[in-house]
């Protein structure tokens, strides 16, 4: 089993609809989880990190972690054309600084 | 702003040269990171350094080696370059230790090795 895992995608959603995203992960240890957005041929942007229970709201992006589950999902409302790209799901574990990733979603908001 | 810089966006060396990768940030971060990123096998860490003049081993060091003199700048260095190590290279900076710290990518450096 893979420590982060996302389903590949594509996903795709219609313009205005809510896109969710979902990561699960193996280390019950895993602390802090972040979310980061990379268009074809770029590097990875950060959009959000959550580290506690519950939902985490920023302007469209909403991340929810539930530990006791052990994943971690990211919503987008309202999508837009423009949010096309791979979302990366990362979590770092209780000690060190290294963050394990997920292979990705794709994600396709159409017009 | 965080500013990680990368040396070269693209670079095409040949088998067996010796080959570096030069990174820079500009905001006093502590930690610094080299990953690759390859199709279907998503980001891999390289190496990773907490400290000037420290380093230590991520998931794929085999074939790599790593330079920090300087807390701002981390280098990568494929010793003897083989085409497996065509890939992007992807150097990234975080601020500390604490678990809340994100990391912050440069733009990347698209490597093929002929």
């Known amino acids: 089993q893979k420590e982060v895992e996302q389903n590949s995608g594509p996903l795709s959603v219609p313009e205005g609809a809510i896109a969710s995203l979902n990561c699960t992960y193996s280390?019950?240890?895993?602390?802090?989880f972040f979310w980061y957005r990379q268009y074809s041929g770029k590097s990875p942007e950060l959009i959000m990190s959550?580290?506690?229970?519950g939902d985490k709201e920023d302007g469209r992006f909403t991340a929810q972690l539930n530990k006791a589950s052990q994943y971690v999902s990211l919503l987008i409302r309202d999508s837009q054309p423009s949010d096309s790209a791979t979302y990366l799901c990362?979590?770092?574990?209780?000690?060190?600084?290294?963050?394990?990733f997920g292979g990705g979603t794709r994600l396709m908001v159409k017009p | 702003d965080v500013k990680v810089t990368q040396s070269s966006r693209y670079l095409v060396k040949r088998t067996g040269e010796k080959v570096f990768l030069e990174c820079v940030q500009d905001?006093?971060?502590?930690?610094m990171f080299w990953y690759r990123q390859d199709p279907g096998l998503g980001l891999r860490l390289i190496y990773f350094?907490?400290?000037?003049?420290?380093?230590e081993k991520g998931d794929i060091p085999e074939g790599y080696s790593v330079s920090r003199e300087k807390k701002e700048r981390f280098s990568l260095i494929l010793e003897s370059a083989s085409t497996n190590q065509t890939s992007m290279y992807l150097c990234?900076?975080?601020?500390?230790?604490?678990?809340?710290?994100?990391?912050?990518f440069g733009d990347g450096t698209r490597l093929s090795i002929l």
């Open positions: 350094s907490y400290d000037v003049k420290m380093k």
């Open positions: 905001m006093d971060h502590e930690n």
């Open positions: 990362a979590r770092r574990a209780n000690a060190g600084n290294m963050l394990t």
């Open positions: 280390d019950r240890g895993s602390q802090s």
């Open positions: 959550i580290y506690s229970n």
């Open positions: 990234a900076s975080s601020l500390s230790q604490a678990s809340n710290q994100p990391q912050h």
